[in-house]
C-alpha cells in the first residue's frame, strides 16, 4: 500500500518522466555494482538510440508509452507491482538469453 500511494504522490505531483528515467538509470547501475552505465550502453540495452534515450534523459522529449505504464502501475498495490516487474523481468531475461528481441 505504501509504494502504491508513493509512485502515484511522485508521479502526479512532483516527477516528470525525465526523473523517473534518471532515478531508473540509477537504480540499474546500483544493480550493477555502482558501475556506471553509459547512456550509449543504456540506448543499446532499451533499443532505442543514444540520441532518443539522452532526450528522454533530459526532458526534452517524453515518451508517452513509458508514461502510461508508470500511470498504471501507480495504480496497483505493491505486491502486484513486484509480481508485474518480476514477471515481465523472467520474460526479458529469456529473450535475452535467446538472442530474441522483445
Known amino acids: ?23 531508473l ?10 558501475r556506471k ?3 550509449k550502453e543504456m540506448a543499446e540495452r532499451l533499443d532505442v538510440s543514444m540520441r532518443t534515450y ?3 534523459k533530459l526532458g526534452r522529449t517524453n515518451p508517452q508509452a513509458a508514461m502510461a505504464i508508470f500511470k498504471m502501475l501507480s495504480e496497483l498495490e505493491e505486491e502486484d507491482i513486484v509480481r508485474v516487474v518480476k514477471k ?15
Open 1 to 23: 500500500m505504501f509504494m502504491c500511494n508513493l509512485l502515484k504522490i511522485l508521479y502526479y505531483k512532483y516527477m516528470k518522466s525525465n526523473d523517473l528515467f534518471n532515478l
Open 25 to 34: 538509470h540509477n537504480a540499474v547501475e546500483a544493480q550493477n555494482f555502482g
Open 37 to 39: 552505465i553509459s547512456q
Open 54 to 56: 539522452q532526450d528522454w
Open 88 to 102: 515481465v523481468s523472467k520474460v526479458l531475461k529469456y529473450d535475452k538469453y535467446n538472442d530474441k528481441r522483445v
